[in-house]
């Protein structure tokens, strides 16, 4: 049975008894833009918890996640009650978090960040609900945020625009660029970094243009300091007419990202670190000689600045596969091709 089955006899098994099943977030939008998905949230309203579970459990072993509310994984289905966010504390953990099964469609949504995840599907009546205008951002392809007074309740919601941004070529609306500029993201933990840029280094067709939307909101500078001395580093122009060493490294992330889809996961992240992080070098070498602007050694004084990127972003070893060394590696001998 596949995750679309499983979702589809779970919500007809809820209509049965009294309640409504909603696919809801990434695979409504996903499929919004003709796009395979196979992670499905549905969310139930009308049915409380201890009811819910025993229903669910109807099709498969149950676990359930949550203190406050509850999302019960079926499978690979996830099934949650609608619930509410309030903000507590800082950092990713500080909200509480209450489910509530008799809350609104729209009430419920507005936990969400972005218009485009915050559209409903009906899989009784096949019909979108969608309170907050999401289908038609998708169609301008236009990224808007739900809640201007609550979005910046999660930094991480920054990070997520920069790769939804690059996935799905849409253009940040300058109110939610606005608010990103604003928010802090020191209290984001390196692991969450790495999960929003990983995506975006993988999963987008042009990585770069979630770089270049993280330059102008400001989140190199936070997060990224190697990367933000690239901009403005001159190259020699007989060698690189494109530009800057930024724009140079634009041009690679995106060129490398041509050229991964055959490997293992661990090495299409090295691939694409080893893009990232190939010139970062040549800010503290780069002189005026002969002439000519040249980055002597550059390739050698790349390692440290590699490796302090690499550390704060807590990348080492995936599956067995040293990762880190290999972008040392990219970074030391790139030149020798």
Not at 35 to 61: N, Q, V, Y
Request: hydrophobic share 40%.
């Amino acid at each position: 049975m596949t995750e679309f089955e499983l979702a589809s006899r779970i919500a007809e098994r809820v209509q049965a008894a009294q309640g409504r099943a909603l696919f809801v977030g990434g695979w409504v939008r996903d499929r919004q833009l003709g796009r395979d998905s196979k992670d499905i949230d549905l969310e139930i309203h009308g049915i409380e918890a201890a009811p819910l579970r025993t229903l669910l459990e109807e099709f498969a072993p149950v676990n359930a996640v949550g203190e406050s509310f509850t999302v019960y994984k079926v499978g690979a289905v996830d099934v949650a009650l609608p619930r509410t966010e309030s903000k507590t504390g800082r950092g990713h953990r500080g909200f509480e978090v209450t489910g509530d099964p008799h809350l609104s469609i729209e009430a419920a949504s507005r936990r969400r960040d972005f218009t485009i995840n915050a559209i409903a599907w009906d899989p009784a009546t096949e019909q979108y609900l969608d309170p907050h205008g999401g289908r038609a951002d998708l169609e301008h392809r236009r990224l808007r945020v739900v809640d201007p007074a609550t979005f910046a309740d999660d930094s991480l919601r920054v990070l997520r625009a920069l790769q939804f941004s690059a996935r799905f070529d849409l253009s940040l609306d300058d109110q939610a660029q606005q608010i990103c500029r604003r928010v802090p993201l020191d209290d984001l933990p390196a692991e969450r970094i790495w999960g929003e840029l990983e995506k975006l280094l993988l999963l987008s067709d042009r990585p770069s243009r979630g770089f270049e939307l993280a330059l102008q909101l400001g989140v190199v500078d936070q997060l990224w300091p190697e990367l933000k001395a690239l901009v403005g580093c001159e190259q020699e122009p007989e060698w690189h007419p494109e530009g800057d060493v930024w724009v140079h490294t634009m041009l690679v992330i995106d060129e490398a990202r041509t050229r991964i889809d055959d490997l293992p996961r661990p090495q299409q992240v090295a691939v694409m670190l080893g893009a990232v992080c190939h010139d970062l070098g040549k800010p503290a070498t780069t002189e005026f000689i002969d002439g000519r602007i040249r980055s002597r050694n550059h390739e050698e004084a790349g390692v440290e600045p590699t490796r302090a990127l690499l550390n704060r972003l807590n990348v080492r070893s995936m599956s067995g596969y040293d990762v880190q060394q290999q972008v040392v590696g990219l970074v030391a001998q790139h030149l020798k091709p």
